[in-house]
Nanobody
């Protein structure tokens, strides 16, 4: 089990920035590949980005490339998502997720999930 808790969501104007955090319990955080996903009402859960256990490899969904940055601090058991140049279409519930193994890009690749934090971008 990898209990995950997201924070940092909220309401922001278009063009603004937010940083999401995902805190993990336990001593094995550094062994997990981590990912961020998002789900807007009526839509499928979408891959936002992922980072390898070491932090050296990252991957992003096409819709956020160049605007979002994923990072991790294994000493603090925390995953981050820096979101810049936010757009109304970024409005969604954002989830962090964990898996053992290589970077995955689908929700089915990840075993452990947080409860989500809501992000609303106003126009």
């Amino acid at each position: 089990q990898v209990p995950l808790v997201e924070s940092g969501g909220g309401l922001v104007q278009a063009g603004g920035s937010l940083r999401l955090s995902c805190s993990a319990s336990g001593r094995t955080f550094s062994t997990y590949t981590m990912g961020w996903f998002r789900q807007a009402p009526g839509k499928e859960r979408e891959f936002v980005g992922g980072v390898s256990w070491s932090g050296r490899s990252t991957a992003y969904g096409d819709s956020v490339k160049g605007r979002f940055t994923i990072s991790r601090d294994n000493a603090k058991n925390t995953l981050y998502l820096q979101m810049n140049s936010l757009k109304p279409e970024d409005t969604a519930v954002y989830y962090c997720a964990a898996r053992l193994g290589d970077l995955g890009r689908t929700r089915y690749d990840y075993r452990y999930w947080g409860q989500g934090t809501e992000v609303t971008v106003s126009s």
